[in-house]
């Protein structure tokens, strides 16, 4: 599957320019002196730029996180055509986690892409009572913010996967790499993208793990990790997926890609699907592992899942990601 870049949503400008056409008329009609005052009195739209450069892009994202602790849609600068989606549902701006936030945690990184107009997100909250991690992805070309992606994982208990009781960003993604350890853009993807073919393929072949690579999903350490109890957790990346425990994984779909080039992190927006009819998996030593639940039953993973790649090698691994209905949408699937 070839990776795409998040593409800008066309039509916004013509809709706001219409809704703005019977206003101007009006003020056509008033008097020059009338028309003048008018013209002062009118909300001026908010101020858009040539393009929103790293710096730019790493303060709206910040404002995004202030005005979402604060319940205050009206601090952010959106577009009139601004779509919002939480956990794949298109809602309305101020809806969901806007109206349920309790604060913000320490916890909280940021995916800058200046070339798409993109910034991602990972960040923690408070939630009546409870933690929940947050991964957001916003598109602001010109300084207005057009698309809010968000996903939020909340405590399931019918789920595997729980927030973390400690959550820490590891500075491998935030440190800026060297320009003798960045690759091109597209060599950044691909390297990250290799993970989810691995995945798909259930085989390590191919997969640009670095030795050192630490997966985390939800705050919690997935790999070189004996102290977890679970015996696949006690591998490194590489180890687990050489054991081909991926084929009970029936589908990887939907996948887009934002990256920080400065950063050399790639995040992935996706889904995994279980059919659940793959009931065991004959492992590579010859042993069979049977699929526990909830594996074992239809559903699909929402995920936003971000990669470190230093030298084009993979050595970090973030992923925020919750239970949904089995072949759901994001919500962003099919747009131009």
């Given at each position: ?44 739209p908010a101020p858009a730029q040539a393009s929103c450069d790293r710096g730019c892009l790493r303060r709206l994202g910040e404002t995004y996180l202030a005005a979402l602790a604060a319940k205050d849609v ?169 054991t081909g425990f991926s084929e009970f994984i029936t589908g990887l779909r939907d996948r887009r890609w934002i990256v920080d080039e400065e950063t050399g992190v790639a995040m992935s927006v996706l889904f ?65």
């Amino acid at each position: 599957m070839q990776p795409a870049l998040f593409s800008v949503f066309p039509g916004r400008g013509c809709r706001a320019a219409e809704k703005a056409a019977p206003l101007s008329a009006m003020v056509r009609r008033l008097s020059p002196l009338l028309a003048a005052v008018a013209l002062v009195l009118l909300p001026a739209p908010a101020p858009a730029q040539a393009s929103c450069d790293r710096g730019c892009l790493r303060r709206l994202g910040e404002t995004y996180l202030a005005a979402l602790a604060a319940k205050d849609v009206t601090r952010l600068p959106l577009t009139p055509g601004v779509r919002f989606t939480e956990n794949g549902s298109e809602l309305a701006l101020g809806d969901g986690l806007w109206g349920t936030v309790e604060g913000l945690l320490d916890y909280r990184f940021f995916v800058v892409d200046p070339t798409s107009g993109n910034v991602g997100i990972f960040s923690a909250v408070r939630e009546s009572g409870q933690r929940a991690l947050l991964g957001v992805r916003i598109k602001a070309p010109d300084g207005r913010i057009s698309e809010i992606e968000t996903l939020v994982a909340r405590r399931d208990p019918s789920s595997s996967f729980q927030v973390a009781r400690s959550l820490v960003v590891r500075p491998g993604l935030t440190e800026l790499l060297p320009a003798d350890r960045r690759v091109p853009r597209a060599q950044t993807i691909a390297a990250a993208d290799s993970y989810f073919v691995g995945l798909d393929e259930a085989t390590d072949k191919g997969v640009a793990f670095a030795p050192d690579c630490i997966r985390h999903e939800n705050g919690t350490q997935l790999t070189s990790n004996p102290g977890l109890g679970i015996d696949i957790a006690k591998l490194n990346c590489q180890q687990q997926f050489a054991t081909g425990f991926s084929e009970f994984i029936t589908g990887l779909r939907d996948r887009r890609w934002i990256v920080d080039e400065e950063t050399g992190v790639a995040m992935s927006v996706l889904f995994f699907d279980h059919s659940g009819t793959v009931k065991t998996v004959a492992l590579k030593d010859g042993t069979t592992m049977v699929v526990p639940y909830p594996f074992n039953r239809p559903y699909s993973f929402e995920l936003f899942e971000a990669f470190k790649i230093d030298g084009g090698r993979i050595h970090e691994i973030e992923a925020i990601l919750t239970s949904v209905p089995y072949g759901m949408s994001s919500g962003w699937k099919g747009q131009p």
